[in-house]
């Protein structure tokens, strides 16, 4: 009989009492998530599982859990191409993200003008952080940012406070100051069972 990997039920069952605590306070609930994809991301059974994950290019993401109580979200991401991706944000939701295996770079962007212009953002590169196996970054509301594999494939596992696709609209930034928004990836399912 199948059975989710157990470390993937365990993390399941911890993000739910996060939520449960946090009583719908999106950034306490998303505090503790952090904390808790931390120990994921180290796990030797989720790295050894995570090899046989699909790639996910072409604006796909794996769409690991949602929960029915809380709505928060479990996404992976597989980058198998070496090259810079579209700059955004991620409306109101939280988001989590950690690196179970290979290297990516985190950009993150600051936002110049009053957002009054239609179709127009000014923004500039604020910071670039590098990213290893383990390394996990908590992204704000709003936060302009954008996500960048390279040379060899890797892989990250997202938790969001809820699910956008669907429902919500994301910024994109793109060169020439423009702005539009746009719908998230599309979400294949695949809920990481063994044997
Ligand atoms: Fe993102």
Redesign the pocket.
């Known amino acids: 009989m199948t059975q989710r990997l157990p470390a993937f039920q365990k993390f399941i069952d911890d993000l739910r009492a996060a939520f449960a605590d946090a009583e719908g306070d999106s950034a306490r609930a998303m505090g503790q998530a952090r904390s808790l994809l931390e120990g994921f991301v180290l796990d030797d059974s989720v790295l050894a599982h995570s090899r046989g994950w699909p790639s996910t290019e072409g604006h796909k993401n794996l769409l690991l859990y949602e929960d029915p109580d809380y709505g928060f979200v479990i996404n992976a991401v597989v980058r198998t191409e070496d090259k810079r991706r579209g700059i955004?944000d991620?409306a109101h939701a939280w988001?989590a993200?950690g690196l179970v295996d290979g290297v990516e770079e985190l950009d993150r962007y600051r936002r110049l003008d009053d957002g009054t212009r239609d179709g127009y953002a000014e923004i500039e590169l604020e910071s670039t952080t590098r990213g290893r196996r383990g390394t996990v970054d908590l992204?704000p509301p709003f936060a302009i940012?954008?996500?960048n594999g390279g040379k060899d494939r890797s892989v990250a596992v997202i938790v969001r406070s809820e699910r956008l696709v669907g429902k919500v609209e994301q910024g994109r930034y793109r060169p020439g100051n423009q702005y539009f928004t746009g719908t998230g990836p599309d979400q294949v399912p695949y809920p990481l069972m063994v044997d």
């Open positions: 955004h991620h988001t993200y992204v940012h954008s996500e």
